[in-house]
């Protein structure tokens, strides 16, 4: 699969930016985190401003962008329109734990129902973003039950990871969510390295035979109806070298979860300010890992129309 | 709405000839014709005299080598939408744009919904939609939905474009959802097969796979040819000429 640039940033944006607003709404909105007006106001522009940046760059991947309010419309059927009805109504909790937690400096009741419905529709979202990917039955590396559960953890740890350096910038850094931060982004590396190997041994039932109709033997493309690369070659048909492959997954492991793991550990062991430096590298370095990453679910993904051209 | 109907009153299709197809090319130009000025038209192309011709079409016709332990042959393969019962495409639209009929079951692209988020594409798993980058938005087979029910043309001429031109008669058009069809019996008749079926997306359309190889084919081990006996006159003078 192609991988629009525009799309592997918004899935990564959103995705710690949701994250991150899970993680205030429920520790600010029930009081964990005292509301002090910088911490909150910097805490929601980052995420709110992750979330909106991610949104407004998916809509550079439109042929007509002028009509994207059209896909609130099909909820019923289809997780992209879910995910636009979510991920506009988490806005409205967000907007009032915001206004609440930040600017009227409260916690607990109204401001704490607010913290909870963002932080159930930040999951939420962030689920529908998952299952557009793993609803695809063309696409088998994608169609897995890996897919859903990595959206998840990766916006959990990116989001946690972003609210450790939030605390520590604002010098009131906590081990228990260094600790957190630093399982979580573990977790993600054991997640990724089990879908690797999972999708590495994956053997795909659907084949030219199948794709042809022509049963027993082998199916060899020996023409394609046309000369040049069309729409379909251009956006299913994307081919990554094996070597470019395996130095890619080594580059988003280290940048993901290696260096930000390791940087999490100096930051749980320094004084303030180097542990808010590390906090910062980390997030950093794992929001660069993670472009890398998400660039690699699509180049490594492999869709069935490529089996009518012989690749 | 994007929900599929449970049922459609029709289940209108091609079923195609793979034993028949000798890969001409001509529903393939048959659809291009028509369809740039149909339903969904235009069918852009993109640079088409340049060296990266580019272009939506409907309808594209592959060649394969089919090798089994009978032995090998060529099958030429044309691709298009299935229509299917079950149709991803449709389910996964998130404006509306995308519908299955329920009084024909065919498969349509509202164009002046379509935002081109291009999903659909990456649902269909034969690859029937592409997108017209040109106007931004996704374009597919329309099953000739303005020839079939056009009053204006003979009603002979009321089928798919494709179906039409085929000078090898390897497409047929009619309704598989009624058993009694000519296109259902001839499904039946030549153990007609859907594409991908482990999918799920119960294709419409069918494809009639190559007969089978016969053993009563014709001899072709003639005796070589003898040498010819030399000749006087002109022609033995140009056969001695050659000779040297």
Same mark, same amino acid.
């Given at each position: 699969m192609h991988p629009a640039f525009s799309v592997v940033f918004f899935t990564t944006a959103t995705g710690a930016g949701y994250g991150l607003l899970a993680?205030?709404?429920v520790l600010g909105g029930l009081g964990f985190v005292q509301p002090e007006i910088w911490f909150g106001l910097v805490g929601m522009a980052l995420a709110l401003g992750l979330i909106g940046a991610g949104l407004l760059s998916s809509t550079g991947h439109l042929g007509r962008p002028e009509r994207a309010w059209r896909a609130f419309s099909q909820w019923s059927s289809s997780w992209l329109s879910r995910e636009g009805v979510a991920s506009v109504a988490t806005f409205i909790p967000a907007g009032l734990f915001g206004i609440g937690w930040v600017l009227l400096g409260g916690s607990g009741g109204?401001?704490?129902?607010?913290?909870?419905?963002?932080?159930?529709?930040?999951?939420a979202t962030v689920c529908t973003t998952g299952m557009i990917y793993a609803s695809l039955k063309p696409i088998a590396q994608w169609h897995s039950r890996y897919t859903l559960p990595a959206y998840l953890i990766f916006a959990a740890m990116t989001g946690s990871v972003l609210f450790n350096v939030l605390l520590q910038v604002f010098g009131i850094g906590s081990k228990g969510v260094l600790i957190v931060a630093l399982l979580l982004t573990l977790l993600g590396w054991g997640w990724k390295l089990a879908t690797w190997r999972y999708?590495?041994?994956?053997?795909?039932?659907?084949?030219?035979n199948t794709a042809t109709g022509l049963a027993g033997g082998t199916v060899r493309s020996i023409e394609w109806p046309h000369t040049e690369e069309n729409y379909l070659l251009k956006e299913m048909g994307f081919r990554i070298a094996r070597k470019h492959s395996a130095k890619l997954r080594r580059i988003a492991q280290v940048l993901a979860f290696a260096l930000p793991a390791a940087l999490l550990m100096i930051a749980f062991a320094l004084p303030w300010p180097f542990a808010a430096a590390a906090s910062v590298l980390a997030a950093l370095l794992q929001f660069a890992g993670m472009l890398v990453e998400r660039w690699l679910f699509f180049a490594e993904a492999k869709h069935t129309v490529t089996l009518y051209y012989g690749r | 709405m994007t929900c599929l109907p449970a049922q459609t009153e029709k289940k209108l299709g091609?079923?195609? &000839?793979? &034993?028949?197809c000798v890969g001409c090319q001509a529903c393939v130009t048959a659809c291009k014709e028509w369809n740039t000025g149909g339903h969904m038209a235009p069918l852009t192309d993109i640079d088409p005299y340049g060296g990266n011709a580019d272009g939506v079409w409907f309808n594209r016709v592959h060649a394969y080598e089919h090798t089994t332990e009978r032995g090998g042959r060529t099958v030429n393969f044309p691709r298009s939408c299935l229509h299917c019962?079950?149709?991803?495409?449709?389910?996964?639209?998130p404006t509306g744009?995308?519908?299955?009929?329920?009084? &024909?079951?065919?498969?349509?692209? &509202?164009e002046d919904k379509c935002i081109g988020c291009k999903l659909c594409s990456w649902a269909c798993p034969y690859g029937a939609r592409e997108l017209d980058t040109d106007v931004g938005v996704m374009k597919k087979c329309t099953l000739c939905v303005d020839r079939i029910y056009n009053d204006n043309l003979a009603e002979e001429d009321r089928v798919p474009a494709c179906v039409a031109a085929?000078?090898?008669?390897?497409?047929?058009?009619g309704d598989l959802g009624d058993p009694a069809s000519a296109v259902s019996q001839l499904v039946t008749a030549r153990g007609g097969v859907d594409l991908m079926p482990e999918l799920g997306y119960k294709?419409?359309?069918?494809?009639?796979p190559p007969r089978a190889h016969t053993e009563r084919a014709a001899k072709v081990d003639a005796p070589a040819l003898e040498p010819i006996r030399a000749e006087g006159g002109f022609l033995g003078w140009i056969d001695r000429m050659l000779s040297n």
């Open positions: 993680l205030l709404g109204w401001v704490a129902v607010a913290g909870l419905l963002a932080a159930a529709g930040a999951v999708n590495d041994r994956l053997e795909i039932t659907t084949t030219a | 091609l079923v195609i &000839d793979l &034993d028949t019962e079950t149709p991803a495409c449709v389910t996964v639209c744009a995308s519908y299955k009929r329920a009084s &024909d079951g065919i498969v349509l692209v &509202d085929c000078p090898t008669s390897a497409r047929h058009f294709p419409t359309n069918k494809y009639l």
